[in-house]
């Protein structure tokens, strides 16, 4: 039984490509973070590996072993601790000599590359190498946010999977049937998720993530009425904050994109629809301190940077620009 929830295109071609022999050497699942690319990809592995007549069973000895991580054939390939900032080429060459090998206790070897965007520029060279000369029973599935960041090579040598954020309802329906969720909580989640069921699963288990979100959202505020200098300041530290993990810089942008939007819905008249639901009364008071023309341009500013940051443009710099284009109140 496959795991991931809300993918019925994804699902259907790789069921398809099983029962009829025809199984890509190489996969690219593409999707926000936390949409189920890596609950996919277990699911892959399992069905490649499982004796059921409709894989994945999730029962059989080989299904629990893996969904447990204790498998022998799938590895997952990822940053190998906290400090490290890419998948070195020590790691693929590693993953190459297992993959020389006969599977030990399945039918297919199979490699996870968690994150792939961050290989190294020699990693993804010795990768290529894998994906133009693949080997019988070694399956390869790479994942990522920021397909723009992988090399067109490899990108062309995968079969391509994109997984699309779910309806808000979906997972609401979801989070209240399977995991019994206060109905209160399941709206605040589910819209805060942005239609990626595992963020509101990680929110409902880790409190800390919605408390650093309040900061931030507490940061953005002060801004709105902060002089220059402290605005400078602040793309300053998000700059070297960002050289340690591009991923959290991008969440902030995207959680000032997502504020910015709802201010703009209640400028429209839609204030039922904001997504942060818990800030109601913060979002109608600064939605009076702006028109609409303001909102607007700062979420064009908002969408600029992102764009320029995915091009490797100075952080610093397209951040300084970034504050430049925030109304002040």
Known sequence: MWQVVG?????????????MGQL?????????PHVGKLTLALNLAQAVNCGAATPPCGECASC?????????DVQIIGLISEEKREIGIEQIREMQAAASLPPYEGKHKVF?????ELLSHEAANCLLKTLEEPLPQVLLILLTARESALLPTIVSR??????RPLPISLVKETLTEHYHVAEQRVELLARLSGGCLGWALLAMQDEELLEGRSRRLATLVDLSHASLKQRFAYAAELATQFSKSREEVEEVLALWLQWWHD?????????KSITNLDQQS??????RDFSTRQVMDFIYHLQVTHEQLEQNANPRLALEVLMLGMPQK
């Open 112 to 116: 996870i590359f968690d994150k792939a």
């Open 24 to 32: 890509s050497h190489a996969y690219l699942f593409v999707g926000p």
């Open 158 to 163: 995968c079969q391509r999977v994109e997984l």
């Open 7 to 19: 993918q019925p295109k994804a699902i259907t071609l790789l069921e398809r490509s099983i029962q």
């Open 263 to 271: 201010l703009l819905l209640i400028k429209g008249g839609n204030g």
């Open 282 to 287: 913060m979002l109608f008071q600064q939605a």
């Open 64 to 72: 629990r072993r893996i969904a447990a991580h204790k498998h022998a």
